[in-house]
Structure formats: structure tokens, C-alpha cells
């Protein structure tokens, strides 16, 4: 294709073309870097030089398996090995196999990580093989797999982006952005952040906030906190403009009332501000209306704000009764803030409100009493505090129902925090929790705070279990009663309407009551001198170990935003992640939807035509993204919040009709123009009201089309056409991935990912069926003139034969197939498919190169995997 008339006529569009050649070159030419031994040999076949045969394919007849496919480059003697996708795609995010490089391309990305290592997700893949584990051993591998579910692996989330406006509720550092080491932030320092994280990051809790567990939730990283972040990629999933110590209503409004108050306070017209600013650099050309779109699917949570209007006066000595009289301002101040966000295009707000003062031990401290009817009988709280936040979260309640008649079209969500934490003040054993109304952090006294000693300042002490306190400091909840008030958000009764009811496309909202989350295993790291795990045994205690980077590499994946909000593919089985299954239910005559395919990763068939993850997938992860969801699996809007595949094993470039014109039998199969027409069908999904409004989303996606073509050289040459007759028909097969890209450029598509083909005289298939005894018939240096074989297949030099393939016959598997380039008698082994995304994410196989700083070693990465195997 002349990729330089495309570009002259695009130059605002970045057209990458992926050298899917050049990076799978570089793992038969050096397949010892790769962890290789067999590239030219089927894992799963029917035996022979290469694995394979005419009578045994992969999953046919009397095939065997390879006893470790990563040692193959191809899996079933057609398609490459997990090992070998995973070698390509290196050459692609880091090698020199992209043009221009990607990494030059995606320069906002910064989560890019490694590939390039057999750690990866996987990481405990081995722990069940190893005897004789403890069962603290047991419960970090369960944690790391429950870590895994929880990050949405194959999940997309609910909503592409989550924005929050508040204070210290819900600060997720901005403060230490704005007040760097300031001494009179406590939540800047240690011990502050120790349960979860270990470092002070802002958060005004021993661990994570309501937000943290929502987004968590909900399939999304940790909202980034506004003053973070500095370019559109890093708010890819949203930010976070809360502040700690914000309030609703500026300080003027409180000076001019007599209260004191900083010049430096946050308020809420200030945080819209910078959303504001945000949105100019969200919506290319500083068009607004382009953020409709954008704004539609996000979601907004407005607070919890007004805490601190009401908690400097008290500090500073005004009556509860003359603070009362500043309630009907701060709420008309939220709901000024809610209708402008409407007016930006918000359709899902959630408005919390505030918790119950009245239980705070610093309030208990200041304001104790002697008179018993003060408190609350069943749980010691100060009544008329708790009286005077349920006033406030009427008046609130009420100005959010006048603001649903005004826009019945949007949802607005009352959280109901003074509900949810009263569950765990009544009912604190549920949570785990046994003082309530103590402080974990602070002084002495009955609540645990003193008016000499605060946490962080003076002689304060910390209690040994935070998890086991519902307020951290005195003032601020602890992370577990910020969780249990999540749960009743998430889970319980706490919003009006319930959250659950709106969010019904949203399948993943998980119980956060029984996950073990990111955390995992950050006490075995970090662990108290006391000891929280005791192994007598070393290799017991590497083990865990292992886990515990396993999910300590997840979670700060998690923390970063995508370069790439969405991925949308094109493809046959290269790249097909499982339409193919979809679309062909239980059809034993397509061999990637039966096992020996997937072992290696999924350990089970998926669709996918390798003993493990394609290119695409380990671009995806490469990219912090989840998996990408095979179009015909998902049904809303909420499915493709991260893409579409679009791709279909089999699938061609050209109609059955051109091939059939010209004398060639294939059977009916998709094709490219079917593709982009399913392509379609999402874009009015995704843009219910006008396609225009995609053109942001279609902007900020990358576009993978291909690898297509190859089909359309294969159907004919196994039908026995000449070569020299199928290469008449690469002219239109290369026209028609180019008015592909012409159509999804003015669609508004600006990165485009364009793969080559593969080598095809490297796989063992046709090594086989095209044997040849003329010596100049091979190429010396990639070492065919020794063939091996296919991990899967029926035997021979190659690993294939006629009458077995991987899946058919009397097939076998090889013992590796990480030292296989070639997984069955057709496709690349995950090894080789890593190889390739390699040399594109980080090589010089892409025209031109992406450009994200995020993508690092591939090697390092803790991938998915996980814990299949428990």
C-alpha cells in the first residue's frame, strides 16, 4: 500500500503501519531471545518434520500437544504461539517495527509497561505446582487472583470517566499538588495512607476513599486528581477536583459573616473552574459541543461538599443555631454547580450528602456532655450534630427532586453517606469493626483525640489494626468505614434511586465486601515487625513474594489513565479475541473453539487461534486497557466502553464474490466490508443522538486494522491456485484495506494501526505441503534448512502432517510451546504473537512509531493470568 499518498491526503491522521513481517523475523532469525527452541515446528499437530500433517490437525484426528508451547513459535501449525504473538508485539510497542514508532505517537501514554518477561499476569500460574504451600501462601495466590477479577481484566467499565468535585472526603492528592510539604496538612505525611498504599499521598485516611472504592467498582483506575495531571491522555478515565478543606461557598461569604477563613480555602466555584479548563483541553479546538458525547457517558459526583462551611465555624466557637442559618447557601451552591454541569451535557450525577457529624470523635471530644440526652442512645453519637446533618441532607434531598422535574432526562443520584456510615455505627461488627467512635490516630482520651496531640503532630499514637477503628484521625473515617459506606452505596439502600437500577449495563460491579482488591499483597511487603505472615520455608516465602509484586505491578498499573481510551480491531483469526465463537457457536469444524486452543493462558478454547494471547491482546495490556471485547458479545453502550473487535477468524479483505468471479471456490466467510458495517452498529450506541457527537471518542481511539489479507491468499493457495495468479489479487486486496481507512478517517478516526502480513514461508503448513528438496528453495539464515515443528499437531519435521492437526485426530502438544514460534499448523504460538507486539510497541516496526511513554519493559509486566490455575 502507498502509505504516503495515504498521509499526504490525512496529515492531521496518524497512519502506522505495523511490520508484522519484520517482528516475526526477528524470532526465527533469533529465536533463542525469545525463550524459542522449536520456531518452525507446531506445538499442536499431527506430527512430521513440522508438527503437523495432512491427516491431523490441531484439535482433529489423532493430534498431540507439545509439553510446553512457549518453546514454539507456532501453536497449531497455521497460526502463531502465544509466545510468538507476545514476541511480535514487543517489536511493535518497542522495537523498530512500527512506522513511524508507536511510542513516538502515543505521547501522552504513560503506561506502556513490560511484555517482555514469562512474569506477567500469570505470575502464580506455577504456584499450584509447587506442594506443600501454607495456607497464608494459599490466601495471597487466592488475593491475587480476586485482585486480578477486580481489575476488570475482561470487563469494560460502566462509564468511560468518572469527574468528582468535594473536599477532604474524597481528595485524592490534589492537595499535596497545591500545598506540596506544607507542615499544617497532616495528610501530606506519614502516618497517614499506611494501611493501603504505605506513603502519605493526600488522602485523608489511613487508606483509600469512597471514590477509590466506587471506581474500583465500576472497572476504572483511581480517579487521577486534577492538578496530577497535565495532558488530555492523563484524564483519559476522569479526574478528581476535590480538595481537602474545600468548602461550598467562598471565603468571602464567611468573612462577611464574621467566620475567619483563609485566603488560600478551595471552594466549589473554583473546582468547576478547573473542570472547566479541562474540558478546553478535553474537547479539541476548545469546542464545547464537541464534549457532549464525553459528558453523556461520564459519571459526575458532585461532593460530599458543605462539611467544611459548617466545621471551621464550629471550630472557631459560632452557635449551631447561627450555622443553621448558612444551610439554604451552601445548598443552592451545589445545586448551581449540578445545573451548569447539565448544561455541559452531564447525564449521570451522584450527589452525596453529608455523614453524621455527630459521631466524629473530635466532635464527641469538644462538645462532650453531661447530659445524657444529648447523645443517641444505641450508639453514643452527639444527637443534635447528627440533627443538624440530617437537616442539611433534607434541604438537599429536596433541591435534588425540584432539580429532577426541571431535567428529566438526567439522573440524578442522592448518595446517602449519613445512611450508609449509620449502618456502621449500629452495626459495627458487620464491618469488622470494634471502636467506632474511637480515633485509630491521634491522642489519649475516650475518643482517642486530645486538644494537644492530632495525628501526625506531637506524641500521637496509632492503634495497631486501622481496620478494626471506623474514624482514622478524629476527624476523617477510616478506610474501612469508607469502604462499608461504598458497599451501602454500591450495594444497599443508600441512593435515590439505587445506583444498581441505573447502572443495569453495567455487570461489573462486584461485592467490595468479599474482594480482596488491589491491596493484596502489600502487608507481606511492608509487613510489621509483629509479622503478619511467618513461612519457615524460603521457597514458600519466594513464593509469595512472587505474589505479592504480582499485584503490586496491577495496581500501579491501575493508577495510571490509558493512552487510549478505546481500541476498536479489524482482522481474521490474528487478531479475532472470540467472535468467531459467537458467531459459529459449537461448529467442530473450526478447531479454535475446542481445546488444546487457550491452554496456556485461559486454559480453555476461547475463539482465539493460538495456545494463548494474540498481538492484540498484549497491545491492549501494554496499553493499561483491558482486554478488547469481541463485538458479538456485548449488546449496550457499557460493553464498549474500551472498543470493539471486530475481527472473525477466516475473515478476508475481499468478498466471496471477487474470488468466485475469477474461478476460485471459498466457502461464504466475512469480510472486511462486513466488519466495518458491524462497525457501524456500535458508533449508534455509542452516539444515540447524532454521529457528530462520536467524532471526540473517534479521535481519542486507536484503530488496529488488520492484520487483513491473509485469507485472501490462503483460501487460493490451499485450493491449489499458482502464487503467481494470487499475486494479481493483492492490488485489490490492498485498495480495500485503504478505503477502510478513507471511510474511518472521515469518520474522524485519527490513529490508525496498520498491520503487514506475516511471513508465510515460515509456517508449518506450508513447509509441509510445499516441501522441497531444492536447497535455494530456503532462506539459510532462518534455519529452515532444519526444520522443527509446530507445538500442536501430527507429527513429521515440522510438527504437522495431513492426517492430524492441533484438535483433530491423533494430534499431540509440545511440553513448552513457549519454545514453538508456531502453535498449530496455521498460527504463531503466543511467544511469537509477544515477539511481534514487542517489536511494534517497542521497536521499529511501526510507520510511523507510537509514542507512549508507558510503554516500558514488556517483561515486567504481572498480565492477567494470575491465577488460573488455583
Request: hydrophobic share 40%; net charge negative; glycine share 12%.
Amino acid at each position: 500500500m502507498n502509505w504516503k499518498n495515504l498521509r499526504k491526503l490525512h496529515p492531521d491522521v496518524a497512519i502506522i503501519y505495523t511490520d508484522y513481517y519484520g517482528a516475526a523475523m526477528e524470532i526465527f532469525l533469533s529465536p533463542e531471545q525469545f525463550g524459542i527452541e522449536d520456531p518452525l515446528v507446531a506445538c499442536c499437530g499431527g506430527g512430521g518434520p513440522y508438527g503437523v500433517s495432512a491427516s491431523a490437525g490441531c484439535g482433529y484426528g489423532e493430534y498431540k500437544v507439545c509439553d510446553d508451547p512457549s518453546k514454539y513459535a507456532s501453536w497449531d501449525g497455521f497460526h502463531p504461539s502465544e509466545a510468538a504473538y507476545k514476541g511480535i508485539a514487543i517489536g511493535l510497542l518497542q522495537g523498530p517495527y512500527t512506522q513511524p514508532p508507536i511510542a513516538s505517537i502515543t505521547d501522552s501514554c504513560l503506561q506502556i509497561i513490560g511484555l517482555g518477561s514469562s512474569a506477567e499476569r500469570k505470575v502464580i500460574y506455577d504456584i499450584t505446582r509447587l506442594s506443600g504451600l501454607s495456607p497464608p501462601a494459599v490466601v495471597l495466590a487466592v488475593a491475587v487472583v480476586l485482585s486480578a477479577a477486580a481489575s476488570r481484566a475482561l470487563a469494560a467499565p460502566c462509564y468511560p470517566r468518572v469527574f468528582c468535585f468535594g473536599d477532604s472526603l474524597t481528595d485524592t492528592g490534589n492537595i499535596a499538588f497545591l500545598y506540596g510539604n506544607d507542615s499544617r496538612r497532616p495528610s501530606l505525611w506519614p502516618p497517614y495512607g499506611e494501611t493501603f498504599f504505605h506513603r502519605a499521598t493526600g488522602r485523608s485516611s489511613n487508606g483509600r476513599l469512597i471514590i477509590d472504592f466506587i471506581a474500583e467498582a465500576m472497572g476504572l483506575p483511581f480517579v487521577r486528581p486534577y492538578w496530577g495531571g497535565q495532558t488530555a491522555g492523563n484524564f483519559a478515565s476522569g479526574a478528581n477536583f476535590a480538595v481537602g478543606g474545600a468548602t461550598a461557598l467562598s471565603p468571602e461569604f464567611f468573612r462577611e459573616r464574621g467566620v475567619p477563613m483563609d485566603d488560600d480555602t478551595v471552594h466549589l466555584d473554583m473546582e468547576m473552574e478547573w473542570f472547566r479548563d479541562l474540558l478546553g483541553m478535553l474537547c479539541t479546538g476548545g469546542d464545547m459541543d464537541g464534549c457532549k458525547g464525553m459528558m453523556n457517558q461520564s459519571l459526575f459526583l458532585v461532593g460530599e461538599i458543605g462539611g467544611n462551611d459548617y466545621n471551621l465555624p464550629l471550630m472557631s466557637g459560632m452557635s449551631i443555631e447561627k450555622i443553621r442559618n448558612f444551610t439554604p447557601s451552601v445548598i443552592a451552591k451545589i445545586s448551581s454547580i449540578i445545573t451548569e454541569l447539565i448544561g455541559l451535557g452531564a447525564k449521570t450525577l451522584v450527589v452525596p450528602g453529608n455523614i453524621p457529624i455527630g459521631c466524629i470523635p473530635m466532635y464527641l471530644m469538644q462538645f462532650e456532655s453531661d447530659k445524657k440526652e444529648d447523645y443517641e442512645p444505641k450508639i453514643g453519637c452527639l444527637r443534635w450534630m447528627n440533627e443538624f446533618s440530617q437537616y442539611h441532607n433534607k434541604l438537599l434531598v429536596d433541591e435534588l427532586e425540584n432539580l429532577r422535574k426541571l431535567h428529566p432526562d438526567v439522573t440524578i443520584i442522592y448518595a446517602d453517606y449519613y445512611g450508609a456510615a449509620m449502618e456502621v455505627f449500629l452495626s459495627p461488627e458487620r464491618f469488622g469493626i470494634e471502636d467506632p467512635l474511637v480515633a485509630c490516630c491521634g491522642g489519649r482520651g475516650p475518643y482517642g483525640v486530645s486538644a494537644s496531640v492530632r495525628c501526625g503532630y506531637g506524641e500521637y499514637k496509632v492503634c495497631d489494626d486501622p481496620a478494626k477503628y471506623a474514624s482514622w484521625d478524629g476527624f476523617h473515617p477510616s478506610e474501612a468505614a469508607y469502604k462499608g459506606i461504598a458497599i451501602g452505596l454500591l450495594q444497599g439502600s443508600y441512593t435515590q434511586p439505587p445506583i444498581v437500577s441505573i447502572t443495569n449495563s453495567c455487570p461489573q460491579i462486584i461485592g467490595l465486601g468479599s474482594s480482596v482488591e488491589h491491596k493484596a499483597m502489600y502487608d507481606f511487603m511492608w509487613q510489621r515487625k509483629n509479622g503478619f505472615l511467618y513461612l519457615r520455608e524460603k521457597r514458600r516465602a519466594a513464593v509469595v513474594v512472587l505474589a505479592a509484586v504480582a499485584v503490586l505491578l496491577s495496581a500501579s498499573q491501575a493508577l495510571a489513565a490509558p493512552c487510549y481510551p478505546r481500541v476498536f480491531s479489524f482482522g481474521d483469526s490474528l487478531t479475532d479475541t472470540g467472535n468467531i465463537a459467537f458467531l459459529y457457536g459449537n461448529d467442530s469444524r473450526r478447531p479454535t473453539l475446542w481445546p488444546p486452543y487457550g491452554e496456556t493462558f485461559f486454559h480453555r478454547a476461547t475463539g482465539r487461534a493460538s495456545n494463548g494471547r494474540l498481538i492484540i491482546d498484549f497491545i491492549a495490556d501494554a496499553l493499561g486497557l483491558p482486554f478488547v471485547r469481541p463485538y458479538w458479545s456485548g449488546r449496550t453502550a457499557g460493553d464498549f466502553a474500551h472498543g470493539a473487535n471486530f475481527a472473525v477468524g477466516g475473515a478476508t479483505a475481499l468478498s466471496p464474490d471477487f474470488y468466485r468471479e475469477r474461478g476460485v471456490h471459498v466457502r461464504d466467510t466475512v469480510h472486511l466490508d462486513m466488519e466495518m458495517n458491524w462497525f457501524r452498529d456500535p458508533l449508534g450506541l455509542l452516539c444515540p443522538d447524532d454521529l457528530a457527537d462520536c467524532n471526540d471518542m473517534m479521535k481519542q481511539s486507536l484503530f488496529l486494522v488488520g492484520e487483513i489479507g491473509g485469507n485472501d491468499y490462503n483460501h487460493p493457495l490451499i485450493g491449489g491456485v499458482s502464487i503467481r495468479k494470487i499475486r494479481s489479487f493483492t492490488p485489490s486486496v490492498i485498495a480495500e484495506v485503504s478505503s477502510t481507512i478513507t471511510e474511518l478517517i472521515g469518520l474522524g478516526a485519527k490513529t490508525l494501526v496498520v498491520p503487514g502480513n506475516l511471513p508465510i514461508g515460515c509456517i508449518p503448513y506450508y513447509l509441509m505441503i510445499f516441501k522441497s528438496g531444492k536447497k535455494e528453495d530456503y532462506e539459510p539464515e532462518t534455519g529452515i534448512e532444519n526444520p522443527l515443528a509446530a507445538c500442536c499437531g501430527g507429527g513429521g519435521p515440522y510438527g504437522v502432517s495431513e492426517t492430524a492437526r492441533c484438535g483433530h485426530g491423533e494430534y499431540k502438544v509440545c511440553d513448552d510451546p513457549q519454545l514453538y514460534g508456531s502453535w498449530d499448523d496455521y498460527h504463531p504460538s503466543e511467544a511469537v504473537f509477544k515477539a511481534i507486539a514487542i517489536g511494534l510497541l517497542r521497536g521499529s516496526y511501526t510507520q510511523a512509531p507510537l509514542a507512549c511513554p508507558q510503554i516500558t519493559e514488556l517483561g515486567s509486566s504481572v498480565e492477567y493470568k494470575v491465577l488460573y490455575d488455583l
